[in-house]
C-alpha cells in the first residue's frame, strides 16, 4: 500500500501560477510513472502529466508550454508548476503513481480555482 500526499492547490487569479507537491510514502516495489489528473465538474478525470522514473514526460495538449512536471526520487515526490493559469484550469488534480508491478494508487485531491 502507498499512501500519497498532496499539497499546494488553492484560489488564483488568471495568469497566475501554483505548485503542486504530491509525496508518495516508500514501496519497495518502486515507484515507474507518477503523474497528474485533473476533474472538473460534470468532467471525467483527465490526464495532465506524467513522469516516468527515467524522466520521461507527457503532457495534455492544453497544458504544453503552461505546466511543468518534475520529481525528486530521493524523496519519492512529484511537482506540478502550472503557470500562466486560466478559468478552464479549474478543478481537483489527483495525483497517480504506478508502481513497477503495474499497481496504482491515488491522492486524495488538492482543489484548483482559477478566477477570471
Known amino acids: 500500500q502507498v499512501q500519497l500526499v498532496e499539497s499546494g492547490g488553492g484560489l488564483v487569479q488568471a495568469g497566475g501560477s501554483l505548485r503542486l507537491s504530491c509525496a508518495a510514502s516508500?514501496?519497495?516495489?518502486?515507484?515507474?510513472?507518477m503523474g497528474w489528473y485533473r476533474q472538473a465538474p460534470g468532467e471525467q478525470r483527465d490526464l495532465v502529466a506524467t513522469?516516468?522514473?527515467?524522466?520521461?514526460?507527457n503532457y495534455a495538449d492544453s497544458v504544453k508550454g503552461r505546466f511543468t512536471i518534475s520529481r525528486d526520487n530521493s524523496k519519492n515526490t512529484v511537482y506540478l508548476q502550472m503557470n500562466s493559469l486560466k478559468p478552464e484550469d479549474t478543478a481537483v488534480y489527483y495525483c497517480?503513481?504506478?508502481?513497477?508491478?503495474?499497481?496504482?494508487?491515488w491522492g486524495q485531491g488538492t482543489q484548483v480555482t482559477v478566477s477570471s
Open positions: 497517480r503513481v504506478i508502481l513497477f508491478n503495474s499497481y496504482n494508487y
Open positions: 516508500r514501496s519497495r516495489l518502486g515507484i515507474n510513472t
Open positions: 513522469i516516468t522514473s527515467g524522466g520521461s514526460t
